[in-house]
């Protein structure tokens, strides 16, 4: 067999670094690294969990030299630093972002257990995203509404599908020429029972579909008199668009997210599946730009907390644009010198937000994050880090970008907010 690289005449590459590694390491040793990459060529594509790579987790454990599973990673800080303990948050809470219709599952039970915790830490309202319309609006309003009128406001939600067929979105309601004009009024109905926004979930651009089976566009201008209703009847649209820079990123060795994707291969947008996240965004902000007069709050610190200094140019040419930090202080505590900045700055235009409802000692680390400048915070309750490898720091907010953090731009924003919280500390102050 002729190794000569054809071009030229001389080693083939691969020949010519196995010529390279020998006279740099004996044959013994050559043969042991190469089996050493053959076992790791073997256990890779399953080293998260072990499974189905014909080796006993044990085996993988990390301890007296073996290998370790990512699974079985629970490191333990040995830092000695200084820890502050909040029982609740400085001033009253206004979370513009959580689930009680998809986390709680109408349970009146956990309803009731929610509620002692919002007492316990201060939390005056939670905006409920999972609204929906008509009939399920009014049934997720008398979940919320009928214990405690005060202690949630509800944001709307778009039915694209409607009486379609999942599989054929040919036919989803969407697709009907009348569909922007017919979500208006719907929107007009659920503002009178009590609506005070209007949720737009990931799927629109990632998921939900257009008739000829491509991606519905953000920016399509059937979707205006949506955007434009809200603007008239004063409801502020939060969307989620896009997702974190990782998700987008090819699932290999320099992805830092990897263990998290492994275990959501679903969380992942390959290029050649989904448009680009520059796309998204961009998109979005053409929406935000045609509808100056309708007012945006761009989920989860506009879905960019990765750069801070984009979003702050989207702040300065969007005035209509607000956003909140709901599942990103993973991603603003560990860059706190940038993030504290960005607060202050831009105080006026940002909202609370947790993505809960979540376990209480989550909640005491979003304190702890912005009260306080404890080094090296958990940014979750669980023992496995769900997104990423890595702690947080806190950031000292000063009182008065708290205050507005907290509730003060909500009550500026969300309508009866403001009446909600009045009638809250009424209730605390009996």
């Known amino acids: 067999?002729?190794?000569?690289?054809?071009?030229?005449?001389?080693?083939?590459?691969?020949?010519?670094?196995?010529?390279?590694?020998?006279?740099?390491?004996?044959?013994?040793?050559?043969?042991?690294?190469?089996?050493?990459?053959?076992?790791?060529?073997?256990?890779?594509?399953?080293?998260?969990?072990?499974?189905?790579?014909?080796?006993?987790?044990?085996?993988?454990?990390?301890?007296?030299?073996?290998?370790?599973?990512?699974d079985q990673f629970f490191p333990v800080p040995k830092l000695k630093v200084a820890e502050t303990k909040l029982e609740h948050a400085k001033f009253p809470v206004i979370d513009a972002h959580t689930h009680f219709r998809y986390r709680l599952r109408s349970s009146p039970e956990q309803l009731d257990d929610f509620v002692a915790v919002m007492d316990k830490q201060q939390i005056a309202i939670c905006v409920s995203l999972d609204?929906?319309?008509?009939?399920?609006?009014?049934?997720?309003?008398?979940?919320?509404?009928?214990k405690y009128p005060n202690r949630f406001l509800i944001y709307a939600n778009i039915d694209w599908q409607g009486d379609g067929d999942p599989d054929k979105p040919e036919t989803w309601d969407c697709q009907r020429p009348d569909f922007g004009r017919r979500m208006s009024l719907a929107l007009a109905d659920v503002k009178k029972q009590g609506a005070s926004g209007l949720k737009i979930f990931k799927q629109f651009g990632l998921g939900y579909k257009d008739a000829d089976g491509?991606?519905?566009?953000i920016d399509d201008p059937r979707w205006d008199p949506i955007w434009r209703a809200c603007g008239e009847?004063?409801?502020?649209?939060?969307?989620?668009?896009?997702?974190?820079?990782?998700f987008f990123d090819p699932i290999d060795e320099t992805n830092e997210r990897w263990e998290e994707l492994h275990r959501h291969p679903d969380w992942h947008f390959p290029a050649d599946k989904f448009p680009s996240r520059e796309a998204l965004l961009a998109a979005r902000n053409r929406v935000i730009a045609r509808h100056p007069q309708t007012t945006f709050i761009g989920a989860h610190f506009a879905n960019n907390s990765e750069d801070l200094t984009t979003v702050a140019k989207w702040l300065?040419?969007?005035?209509?644009?607000?956003?909140?930090?709901?599942?990103?202080?993973?991603?603003?505590?560990?860059?706190?010198?940038?993030?504290?900045a960005f607060f202050v700055k831009h105080a006026d235009r940002i909202l609370f937000g947790t993505d809960g409802p979540w376990p209480e000692l989550r909640l005491t680390y979003y304190w702890r994050f912005l009260e306080t400048y404890d080094e090296y915070i958990p940014y979750s309750e669980k023992p496995f880090p769900p997104q990423g490898f890595w702690r947080i720091y806190g950031i000292g907010l000063p009182d008065d970008v708290l205050k507005k953090v907290y509730y003060e731009n909500a009550c500026k924003l969300i309508p009866h907010a403001?009446?909600?919280?009045?009638?809250?500390?009424?209730?605390?102050?009996?």
């Open 1 to 70: 067999m002729d190794r000569r690289n054809p071009r030229n005449g001389a080693a083939h590459p691969c020949i010519q670094g196995k010529y390279r590694l020998a006279r740099r390491f004996s044959r013994k040793e050559v043969m042991r690294r190469t089996k050493y990459v053959l076992f790791l060529l073997l256990i890779v594509p399953s080293f998260a969990t072990g499974q189905d790579s014909g080796i006993e987790p044990a085996a993988l454990d990390g301890r007296d030299g073996r290998n370790l599973a990512l």
């Open 131 to 146: 609204g929906r319309l008509g009939d399920e609006f009014r049934e997720h309003a008398a979940y919320l509404w009928t």
């Open 214 to 217: 491509s991606l519905l566009k």
């Open 233 to 246: 009847l004063g409801l502020p649209v939060i969307m989620h668009t896009a997702d974190p820079v990782a």
């Open 316 to 340: 300065e040419e969007y005035p209509n644009l607000y956003i909140e930090p709901a599942s990103r202080i993973s991603e603003l505590g560990r860059q706190p010198y940038t993030s504290r």
């Open 418 to 430: 403001q009446e909600k919280l009045d009638n809250w500390r009424k209730a605390v102050a009996e």
